[in-house]
């Protein structure tokens, strides 16, 4: 069952989609702009995360700009997914993951500091799981915004 978000809720999740502030206090800055103390912003967004409604907090750079990146994948046969999934999320290099319904089941987007940082974790995840893993690196970029406008009744 859904919970109900506060207002606040609402607006921290509608409103800093995009344009999240870049600065030494983004959470004061939010606050800000919403009316509220820097702790309450702190505390909502916790809880969001905890309850599952978001999975971070913080900007998005366009790929390769800094660092680098590459989108990878693996078949993971069915019974070891959760455990091959749970390795993967150990690395701070890796954004998310998600499984899709193909014989590359598990899919996850890594960036590292330099192209020899991404060889390395992905060689890591390679040798800990013991499968192969499929490095697609971006060849050819595209613009896909995937901020949406967020609308509640009263």
Do not use: C, K
């Amino acid at each position: 069952m859904a919970t109900a978000l506060s207002v606040l809720q609402q607006h921290l999740l509608n409103d800093f989609q995009r344009d999240l502030p870049l600065t030494p206090t983004p959470y004061r800055e939010m606050a800000d702009a919403l009316g509220v103390d820097e702790e309450a912003v702190l505390s909502h967004l916790q809880s969001l995360q905890t309850g599952g409604v978001i999975s971070r907090v913080g900007p998005v750079f366009a790929p390769n700009r800094l660092g680098a990146s590459t989108l990878a994948a693996v078949a993971v046969p069915p019974e070891r997914l959760e455990e091959v999934a749970a390795l993967v999320n150990t690395y701070a290099e890796v954004n998310h993951n998600y499984e899709r319904e193909h014989r590359y089941n598990l899919w996850f987007v890594l960036t590292a500091r330099d192209e020899a940082r991404l060889s390395e974790v992905l060689a890591q995840i390679e040798a800990a799981t013991g499968l192969p893993v499929l490095s697609l690196p971006l060849l050819e970029e595209f613009h896909i915004d995937l901020g949406f406008p967020l609308r509640w009744e009263d």
